[in-house]
């Protein structure tokens, strides 16, 4: 029940909204360059090393702030006062006051070193007053998140898992597709062509011998014979398209099925075409029989002058066995500015909530060309799994323990899930993933440069494998 109540209220929620100064974390025009994700790498966090940045819930914790360059250290001459608060306000036993000033001597190795209680599941804040001579300047905020051991467990995973390559109606091919996911910083992605899974096999088998940490799986967007609704597979073995597709025999025998599935159906709801119903049914459990997870596709975007998937028949398939629906999606930013199917989405999957239906929601860019989508890159979903690993990923996936993240060009983001994982990802977005996109920034560009006909950049790509994991490991307490 508590945890219904947390899903039902947990909607776009801006957690440091109060922050949102020049150094906010999201890119305006006094902020250049920014990340392809929309967001930029707050100074403090390039000028300071803070740890742990992820810590254990209700336990004490050293933060230690260590100046990285000669412009920004601590000086023996000058003043320190620290200033501590907690967004939620739950305090425990903190040896520092919160919201009040302490002063703070720089340690003798140059670092400002806090003993914190961190209470809950939360964010902290510390400032920094540095007196010198008269001239007061504040620094910070540093920002610290405590997490109960069982999401403190886990590490968060950027994908996307449904676009197109030129084997459809994309522009790129696979190859190039994958070095531009990972340059927009995913960690891991599958191309999803219309009735195609062979591309996705291919942008796996393209760099297989190459040293990279993208993890490239198999997936296909699948047109079931006369159903008009868009199913992804998510890391399937093999096709489910290709029973039917192109091959009269084939489609004479999975016609039969869903036929037989139709007459199983029993009573549909009014307004419910039993032949559609079949056939999801039919097409779900194929991919469920090949390792994948199935996702509803955009359900209201508008085509032929109406909503892709109707009214009573979308009701039926969210308590139908799809894994997860699509809430964020759309490469056509025009078309979403002139008709937001996110926001509907969004707010469709608030009420069915409130009716006790509960679909794990998910976010993707269905880009059919990296170099021309605004979304690819900014529409997105977050993974809270072991690792990226597939079998991890669709159980977070599955168990709801996965985010919609949309950030549209040169504003905030919206994240939709669970409350408790919603103001976590709005934490990570804004001191955790800007500094991993970096560095999947720059393998991205070589994986690009690899699939233009360059050996020389997977040497480098061998060199800088690891990086994200290693960044996690510096930025999560011991
Ligand atoms: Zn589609
Ligand atoms: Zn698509």
Not at 146 to 158: H, I
């Amino acid at each position: 029940m508590f945890r219904q109540r947390n899903l039902i209220f947990a909607v776009l929620f801006v957690i440091f909204g109060c922050l949102l100064t020049p150094d906010s974390g999201w890119a305006g025009w006094w902020h250049l360059p920014q990340l392809p994700s929309g967001s930029v790498v707050r100074d403090v966090n390039r000028y300071y090393d803070l740890t742990p940045r992820i810590a254990r819930a209700d336990s004490n914790v050293e933060v230690v702030i260590r100046p990285l360059y000669d412009h920004c250290r601590f000086k023996p001459e000058a003043q320190y006062k620290v200033t501590y608060t907690a967004l939620d306000q739950i305090y425990g036993d903190s040896p520092l006051p919160p919201g009040k000033q302490t002063d703070i001597k720089p340690a003798e190795d140059g670092t400002i070193r806090l003993n914190l209680y961190l209470a809950s599941e939360q964010a902290h804040l510390i400032f920094i007053e540095e007196t010198l001579a008269d001239k007061k300047k504040t620094i910070g905020p540093f920002v610290v998140y405590s997490l109960k051991e069982d999401l403190f467990a886990l590490r968060p995973w950027k994908g996307d898992f449904h676009m197109h390559s030129h084997n459809s109606d994309g522009v790129e091919s696979p190859a190039y597709v994958a070095g531009a996911c990972r340059r927009v910083g995913l960690d891991f992605m599958a191309l999803t062509d219309h009735h195609k899974h062979a591309p996705s096999l291919e942008a796996a088998a393209f760099y297989k011998d190459v040293p990279i940490d993208l993890k490239i799986y198999g997936g296909e967007e699948i047109h079931a014979p006369d159903n008009p609704v868009h199913i992804v597979a998510f890391g399937t073995r093999d096709g489910v398209s290709q029973l039917y597709r192109d091959n009269p025999e084939g489609e004479k025998q999975v016609r039969d099925e869903i036929a037989k599935i139709k007459d199983s159906l029993g009573p549909l709801p009014d307004g419910v075409d039993p032949w559609h119903a079949a056939a999801c049914r039919w097409v779900v459990d194929r991919i469920h029989e090949r390792g994948g997870l199935a996702m509803l596709c955009h359900p209201y975007w508008v085509t032929r002058n109406a909503h892709n998937v109707g009214e009573p028949l979308l009701d039926y398939l969210l308590r139908s066995n799809f894994d997860m629906l699509e809430l964020v999606s759309g490469d056509n930013w025009e078309e979403i500015r002139q008709y937001d199917q996110n926001a509907l989405q969004a707010a469709m999957w608030q009420n069915k909530l409130m009716e006790g239906v509960r679909i794990p929601v998910v976010g993707i860019s269905d880009t059919h060309g990296m170099e021309r989508s605004e979304q690819f890159g900014r529409y997105f979903t977050v993974c809270f799994a072991p690792s990226a690993d597939l079998d991890n990923l669709q159980q977070a996936m599955k168990s709801g323990m996965a985010v919609a993240v949309e950030t549209v060009r040169g504003d905030r983001p919206l994240v939709y899930g669970s409350w408790r994982l919603v103001k976590y990802a709005h934490f990570l977005l804004k001191e955790v993933l800007p500094q991993h996109d970096e560095l999947c920034y720059e393998e991205g560009r070589l994986m690009l440069q690899y699939a233009a006909g360059d050996p020389s950049a997977a040497e480098l790509l061998g060199a800088m494998r690891g990086r994200v994991a290693r960044l996690y490991d510096t930025y999560w307490m011991k």
